[in-house]
Protein backbone atom coordinates (compact mmCIF):
# COMPACT_ATOMS: atom_id res chain seq x y z
CA UNK A 1 0.00 0.00 0.00
CA UNK A 2 1.17 3.37 -1.02
CA UNK A 3 0.33 6.19 1.07
CA UNK A 4 0.09 9.74 0.21
CA UNK A 5 -0.06 13.09 2.64
CA UNK A 6 -0.76 16.10 1.89
CA UNK A 7 -2.92 19.28 3.27
CA UNK A 8 -0.21 20.60 5.43
CA UNK A 9 0.98 24.50 6.08
CA UNK A 10 1.34 27.26 7.67
CA UNK A 11 -1.89 28.68 9.56
CA UNK A 12 -2.21 31.16 12.70
CA UNK A 13 -3.54 29.54 16.25
CA UNK A 14 -7.05 29.02 16.53
CA UNK A 15 -6.78 28.36 12.76
CA UNK A 16 -8.12 24.99 10.91
CA UNK A 17 -6.68 22.37 8.26
CA UNK A 18 -7.61 19.41 6.85
CA UNK A 19 -5.14 16.42 6.05
CA UNK A 20 -5.78 14.22 3.55
CA UNK A 21 -4.57 10.76 2.86
CA UNK A 22 -4.69 8.74 -0.63
CA UNK A 23 -4.05 4.96 -0.98
CA UNK A 24 -2.86 3.11 -3.68
CA UNK A 25 -5.02 0.30 -3.03
CA UNK A 26 -8.57 -0.05 -2.85
CA UNK A 27 -8.21 -2.24 -0.07
CA UNK A 28 -8.47 0.42 2.52
CA UNK A 29 -10.85 -0.91 4.50
CA UNK A 30 -8.78 -4.09 4.83
CA UNK A 31 -6.24 -2.25 7.28
CA UNK A 32 -6.05 -0.15 10.64
CA UNK A 33 -5.47 3.47 9.53
CA UNK A 34 -4.02 6.39 11.89
CA UNK A 35 -2.67 9.86 11.87
CA UNK A 36 0.68 10.56 13.65
CA UNK A 37 3.13 13.44 14.14
CA UNK A 38 6.65 14.42 14.66
CA UNK A 39 7.52 17.37 15.97
CA UNK A 40 11.36 18.26 16.09
CA UNK A 41 13.36 16.32 18.49
CA UNK A 42 10.06 13.93 19.76
CA UNK A 43 8.98 10.95 19.16
CA UNK A 44 6.84 10.15 16.83
CA UNK A 45 3.25 9.67 18.43
CA UNK A 46 -0.24 8.92 17.55
CA UNK A 47 -2.92 11.49 16.59
CA UNK A 48 -5.88 9.61 15.71
CA UNK A 49 -6.78 6.14 14.29
CA UNK A 50 -9.86 3.79 12.76
CA UNK A 51 -9.96 0.08 14.37
CA UNK A 52 -9.99 -2.51 11.27
CA UNK A 53 -13.12 -1.70 9.04
CA UNK A 54 -13.74 1.58 10.93
CA UNK A 55 -16.22 0.62 13.33
CA UNK A 56 -13.82 2.45 16.26
CA UNK A 57 -12.10 5.51 16.06
CA UNK A 58 -9.98 6.66 18.84
CA UNK A 59 -8.03 10.36 19.62
CA UNK A 60 -4.62 11.73 21.40
CA UNK A 61 -5.97 13.51 24.71
CA UNK A 62 -4.35 16.83 23.57
CA UNK A 63 -6.58 16.54 20.52
CA UNK A 64 -10.22 15.30 21.91
CA UNK A 65 -13.01 17.63 20.52
CA UNK A 66 -10.61 19.29 18.13
CA UNK A 67 -9.63 17.09 15.93
CA UNK A 68 -11.66 14.70 13.40
CA UNK A 69 -10.56 11.53 11.09
CA UNK A 70 -13.02 10.15 8.51
CA UNK A 71 -12.26 8.22 5.53
CA UNK A 72 -14.13 7.58 2.14
CA UNK A 73 -13.63 3.90 1.13
CA UNK A 74 -14.99 4.14 -1.93
CA UNK A 75 -12.46 7.04 -2.82
CA UNK A 76 -10.13 5.15 -0.84
CA UNK A 77 -9.04 8.26 1.27
CA UNK A 78 -8.76 9.21 5.07
CA UNK A 79 -8.99 12.71 6.43
CA UNK A 80 -8.25 14.83 9.43
CA UNK A 81 -10.19 17.96 10.20
CA UNK A 82 -7.95 19.88 12.97
CA UNK A 83 -9.66 22.70 14.18
CA UNK A 84 -8.85 25.18 17.11
CA UNK A 85 -4.87 24.53 15.89
CA UNK A 86 -2.42 25.65 18.93
CA UNK A 87 1.46 26.20 18.33
CA UNK A 88 2.16 23.21 20.23
CA UNK A 89 -0.02 20.90 17.39
CA UNK A 90 3.10 22.12 15.01
CA UNK A 91 4.68 18.86 13.90
CA UNK A 92 5.23 16.78 10.63
CA UNK A 93 2.10 14.55 10.41
CA UNK A 94 2.04 11.13 8.71
CA UNK A 95 -0.89 8.51 7.96
CA UNK A 96 -0.19 5.19 7.91
CA UNK A 97 -1.87 2.05 7.51
CA UNK A 98 -1.26 -1.66 9.14
CA UNK A 99 -2.60 -4.98 8.83
CA UNK A 100 -5.55 -5.69 11.62
CA UNK A 101 -3.43 -8.36 13.87
CA UNK A 102 -5.03 -6.31 16.81
CA UNK A 103 -8.48 -5.43 17.99
CA UNK A 104 -9.40 -1.69 18.24
CA UNK A 105 -7.38 1.53 17.47
CA UNK A 106 -4.09 0.72 17.54
CA UNK A 107 -1.62 3.57 18.91
CA UNK A 108 1.44 2.26 18.53
CA UNK A 109 3.81 3.15 15.61
CA UNK A 110 5.50 0.45 15.37
CA UNK A 111 2.24 -2.03 14.19
CA UNK A 112 1.87 0.28 11.00
CA UNK A 113 3.45 -1.15 8.22
CA UNK A 114 2.56 1.19 5.52
CA UNK A 115 3.65 5.55 5.94
CA UNK A 116 2.86 8.53 3.72
CA UNK A 117 5.77 10.70 3.31
CA UNK A 118 4.42 13.17 5.81
CA UNK A 119 2.88 16.90 5.54
CA UNK A 120 4.18 19.67 7.19
CA UNK A 121 2.06 21.36 9.61
CA UNK A 122 2.90 24.84 11.11
CA UNK A 123 1.00 26.70 13.21
CA UNK A 124 1.95 30.27 14.49
CA UNK A 125 0.74 32.03 17.69
Known amino acids: VQLQASGGGLVQAGGSLRLSCAASERTLSSYILGWFRQAPGKEREFVAGFSWGGGSTDYADSVKGRFTISRDNAKNTMTLQMNSLKPEDTAVYYC???????????????????WGQGTLVTVSS
Open 96 to 114: AAGAPILRGVVTTPSKYNY
